[in-house]
Nanobody
Framework: QVQLVESGGGLVPAGGSLRLSCAAS????????MGWFRQAPGKPRAFVAA????????NHADSVKGRFTISGDGAKNTVYLQMNSLKPEDTAVYYC????????????????????WGQGTQVTVSS
């Protein structure tokens, strides 16, 4: 069992930056592949970024490539999502997710690959 707690969301003007954090507890962080997803009102949950349990491989959705960066800190059991050049269409609730038992180089973009989810943090980008 693992618990995930997101933080760092808020209101930011277009072009601004935010860094989301996802603190994991309950199991060794390094044994999980991690991902970030988001859900805007009236839309399905969408993949944002993922990182392997080794933190050596990452994957980012095309819509955020070059603007968002996922990273992990095993010592702190925390995964981050650095979001730059934010746009109003980035407004959503952002969720952190963990996939146990993944190969150390695996990254997952499908939400069905993830077992554990955080409660979400709201990101609002004003135009």
């Amino acid at each position: 069992q693992v618990q995930l707690v997101e933080s760092g969301g808020g209101l930011v003007p277009a072009g601004g930056s935010l860094r989301l954090s996802c603190a994991a507890s309950g199991r060794t962080f390094s044994s999980y592949a991690m991902g970030w997803f988001r859900q805007a009102p009236g839309k399905p949950r969408a993949f944002v970024a993922a990182i392997s349990s080794s933190s050596l491989r990452t994957n980012h959705a095309d819509s955020v490539k070059g603007r968002f960066t996922i990273s992990g800190d095993g010592a702190k059991n925390t995964v981050y999502l650095q979001m730059n050049s934010l746009k109003p269409e980035d407004t959503a609730v952002y969720y952190c997710a963990a996939s146990p038992g993944a190969y150390r180089s695996s990254v997952f973009s499908q939400d069905t690959e993830y077992t554990y989810w955080g409660q979400g943090t709201q990101v609002t980008v004003s135009s």
